[in-house]
């Protein structure tokens, strides 16, 4: 993600403006003065709030809060993610390896798509990191692009569960109608190509909870005699409710909450 | 929790040797050369794990990785988990205060007792914060003393949910034979009065999994009629399951891991 120099400029115009002066960038612990400055006070309070969310503490937030701007472009951007995602693919891998399959075709697995398979971070950044509220209509422009690109870890778990035999289910709550070739073709440019089904929200599901969606889903899939072993998500909403899997792994995501 | 200066410099000795030689205590972004040395590469490391951990993504693990002995002493003893529980314990009490009590006495909340209500941090001090696998022999000896210290922000939860009227249940995978006295001794010592009632783990639950033997009280209590608004506990197998609650509260804890 090339940042342009007037992008960088804003971005970091807005940072000032919402850090209310503070140092940013260093959001390091030492045991002198600085450890009292306001940088230091606002990257513990982004840590416990980004452990809040990610632990499903904090709910129904609507923004990032402003003075965690800087913290979460950061923590996005410098490689802490990246290191994120790849422990927690690392334990998905290691779970795969040990899951004993039966030969008659209904071992299933379950991921998300955006912010699961494919990256809005560039979106996102357009918006703040989150900082910003959501805004229905420029993301769905953005995914009408069909310009995200793979989580690479996601995708090499993806490649691992379709060598293995695994039917591999995408759901997603992007609607059907305005985005399902998009979507589909995006997929396929990134490298997820041979699931068994994209699993899109249709008229039926029109304002449900994303956790009421996809939990019928996973309940019909169920019935069809799948088993699902394994189900990745970056929102709590993908993970329970009914048939959420035998286990979960929650990918990281500090930029919104679906319900 | 007081240091002796023995015991301070075994537990450098310890880290020092641990930690391959990593220069200790410093674990900041920064963009120089810094940033490729192995205590900037450790620290990233034990935050992801942390992170993994705190989210159910890493399970089953039976010690903490021996590199970030240094990394969860400093997690826990010099202020991020303090703000950390604050954090979680602040949106317990704003949840507390949008529940609208039912005037029948029914309205319940499940607390967990160790790591929970009760911190045995100055315990896991002389097991390498968990680098040291499990010993029960000894944890029942530092239980036997019925010295465990309140966690503050738990016990402020703990009071609101008196004062509103909550029915407050203690449940615990303590062992009612051998530890049912000390641990109400050790309970009201702290400060923890006026609760329910304290569920002890009896021998009908041996060699049953925490998540088994808590999802069954938790139906008991529910097949009694109360409705359980919220859950709190450093474990998962304590959110986990039948009955978990209408809310749920993740303490932290990257001590140890109770399946």
Redesign the interface.
Known sequence: MAHGVGETLVLFLLAVYFSKGMSIR??????DNESTSSSFIDG??C???R??V??????LWRTVPTQCLQYVE?YLI???YD??L???ME?ALSYVDAIPLVADGMDGWILDVDDTCLSNIYYYKSKKYGCDPYDPLAFRAWAMKGGCTALPPVLTLFNKLIDKGFKVFLLTGRDEGTLGQVTIDNLHNQGFTGYERLMMRTMVYKGKSAATYKSDIRKQLEDEGYRIWGNVGDQWSDLQGNSSGN????I?NPMYFVP
């Open positions: 260093h959001h390091h612990e030492s045991n513990r309070f840590l416990s709030w452990l809040g990610e632990t499903n503490n904090v709910l950061d410098h490689g802490q290191r994120d790849e422990l927690i334990q286990r979960t792994f929650k990281p």
